[in-house]
């Protein structure tokens, strides 16, 4: 079992930046899959970025491609997201989650283990 602890969120002014955190405890970390999620308000659990377990392999939403990018440190059990030119339309509650199966990375249902989600607000 891993137990995921967000950091980072807030509230930013369109085009602005901020870096998301995921700090991993539990099992060891470089066996999972990581992901990125958010949901808005009223909508569902979406897919924003996921990082293989060596990092070889990364996605993206095609809507952040470009201006997100995600990483892993698997010596500090850790993974990030960089979130630049933000807008508001990326406000959201964004979740790390983790994966010890091989499944689809952008389906919430291929992953084990959630964080408690950090919020994420964009000005205009």
């Known amino acids: 079992q891993v137990q995921l602890v967000e950091s980072g969120g807030g509230l930013v002014q369109a085009g602005g930046s901020l870096r998301l955190s995921c700090a991993a405890s539990?099992?060891?970390?470089?066996?999972?899959?990581m992901g990125w999620f958010r949901q808005a308000p009223g909508k569902g659990r979406m897919f924003v970025a996921h990082?293989?377990?060596?990092?070889?392999?990364?996605y993206y939403q095609d809507s952040v491609q470009g201006r997100f990018t995600i990483s892993r440190d698997n010596a500090k059990n850790t993974v990030r997201l960089q979130m630049n030119s933000l807008k508001p339309e990326d406000t959201a509650v964004y979740y790390c989650?983790?994966?010890?199966?091989?499944?689809?990375?952008?389906?919430?249902?291929?992953?084990?283990?959630w964080g408690q989600g950090t919020q994420v607000t964009v000005s205009s």
């Open positions: 539990g099992r060891a970390f470089n066996t999972y899959n």
């Open positions: 989650a983790a994966s010890g199966r091989t499944g689809i990375p952008a389906s919430p249902s291929a992953y084990d283990y």
């Open positions: 990082v293989s377990r060596s990092g070889d392999r990364i």
